[in-house]
């Protein structure tokens, strides 16, 4: 195993050699293979163990195993303890997922205060397949089914080609000791009871089958790829970007001859979950919309409307001072000034001239509301701004994101980068101009 694994990191994972690695560790026999194997080939190796406290004295015993063993090959060793029954509940989420959190979290604090280049975990070839039997049981895509990746960022998994019988042939062989955790072989857990009951039934039908199902995952992988390079040419073809809104169109993605896993490529970078209801919003009334953790996803008439949730609490409306020049929310600046001009100025679409002497401060900015009326510069009759915005074609999300500035008696005055009201406009009467500014502070989505 020792040159099958030299030539692996030879022809795969050259990035390694000379390179500072962090070693996750249980005390399990794959980790313990693991530090035997980099260090007989004399990789720059510190360990690093997570004692979860799950299993009482049987915890202590794997930390003082581990320290021992550092201690022999003079390798530096970190380890911390968690409560992770108590962050579990705290969180709401399983046990096991709440000790991959905070090993994970743990190790990338590690590898950025001590500086390591890469963190190595023991996954084998039995874990690939008991987490493609996991995902599959479950219901998942091509990404759940070719579950665990050699190299993930700064995570790297150089025994995935091994199996678990290659390597407790090395440990037995080269004298390596190890703890086992006895909870392993309890089948309450699911995946235990893939390892235990499933796969062995499955091997009786196929002694051939983890051979066989590499070539499976290959054939799987060379699909995603596939999949990911037609993706990524529709994405430039359906997809425009509109300041921090990504635009989805309807009309392409119906197009499709089967829009459903297209939309599904598409959006799972953001979190959704409740897919027929995505694409049932292909044919929704406007202003339809679904939520993710992090996402929003708005039905207007000829797009989808794509948006980053903004956790923030920002007030929806501003009493402005006549001294105070500028106002900030989360996607707005605006800022005044008086100065005298001549009436020759030209109203810009972030930048308009009124009548000093037709406002007086405090004056309000908030955002519309159903039933807001003001007379748009040029014309003598009222209109309604809701009316105004279906003249102007405005999305749902331009009218949610539209700003007024109103007197105290709720005149409107500026519909912020659109157009004033008539009523507060310069003529060649007037004497002073208020300078009025406003820029909108947008972020693109990846």
């Known amino acids: 195993m020792l040159s099958k694994i030299e030539n692996h990191l030879t022809i795969n994972l050259p990035f390694l050699k000379d390179k500072k690695l962090l070693i996750a560790v249980s005390g399990g026999i794959d980790s313990n293979v693991l530090i035997a194997l980099f260090h007989e080939l004399k990789y720059d190796i510190s360990m690093a163990h997570c004692n979860f406290h799950l299993r009482g004295k049987e915890s202590v015993l794997d930390e003082e195993s581990l320290k021992k063993i550092a201690a022999d090959l003079n390798i530096v060793f970190h380890s911390i303890s968690f409560e992770t029954e108590a962050y579990a509940k ?84 080269n004298n390596i000791a190890w703890r086992e955790d006895e909870s392993n072989t309890s089948i309450k857990y699911a995946r235990n009871k893939i390892r235990h009951q499933v796969i062995p039934v499955l091997q009786e039908l196929n002694p ?84 993710s953790k992090t996402h929003r996803l708005l039905k207007d008439r000829k797009f989808l409307f794509l948006t980053e949730i ?28 008086i100065k005298s001009y001549s009436a020759s100025r030209k109203n810009q679409k972030n930048k308009v001239f009124i009548d000093a002497d037709t406002v007086k401060f405090p004056l309000i900015m908030r955002k519309w509301k ?37 007197n105290t008696k709720n005149e409107i005055i500026w519909i912020l980068g659109k157009r004033i009201d008539d009523k507060f406009k310069t003529s060649s009467n007037t004497e002073h101009m208020i300078e009025l500014s406003c820029s909108m502070r947008k972020k693109l989505l990846e």
């Open 90 to 173: 705290k969180r709401k989420i399983s046990i096991q997922l709440a000790a991959r959190e905070l090993r994970y979290d743990w190790f990338e604090k590690i590898k950025t205060e001590k500086s390591y280049d890469y963190i190595l975990t023991a996954h084998h070839k039995n874990d690939v397949l008991e987490t493609f039997l996991i995902n599959f049981t479950r219901g998942t895509g091509l990404d759940g089914l070719t579950s665990i990746p050699t190299i993930n960022g700064a995570i790297v998994r150089p025994l995935l080609p091994f199996t678990r019988d290659e390597i407790l042939k090395y440990a037995l062989d």
């Open 310 to 337: 903004d956790t923030k609490s920002n007030p929806t409306s501003y009493t402005l001072k006549e001294f105070v020049s500028e106002y900030l929310t989360h996607d707005l600046k605006l800022e005044f000034s």
């Open 208 to 291: 051939s089958l983890l051979n066989t199902f590499e070539h499976t995952l290959e054939h799987l992988k060379g699909s995603q790829q596939l999949i990911a390079n037609t993706v990524s040419n529709l994405r430039e073809k359906v997809i425009s970007a509109k300041g921090d809104i990504l635009q989805i169109s309807i009309e392409e993605i119906k197009k499709m001859s089967v829009p459903k896993p297209y939309l599904f490529e598409l959006l799972k970078p953001y979190n959704f979950k409740e897919w027929d209801d995505v694409f049932h919003l292909l044919n929704a009334q406007s202003g339809k919309q679904i939520f």
């Open 370 to 406: 159903n039933g807001d009326i003001f007379t748009p510069l040029g014309f003598r009759g009222k209109k309604k701004l809701s009316d105004y915005f279906k003249d102007e074609k405005m999305s749902l999300i331009e009218k949610e994101r539209t700003w007024i500035l109103t």
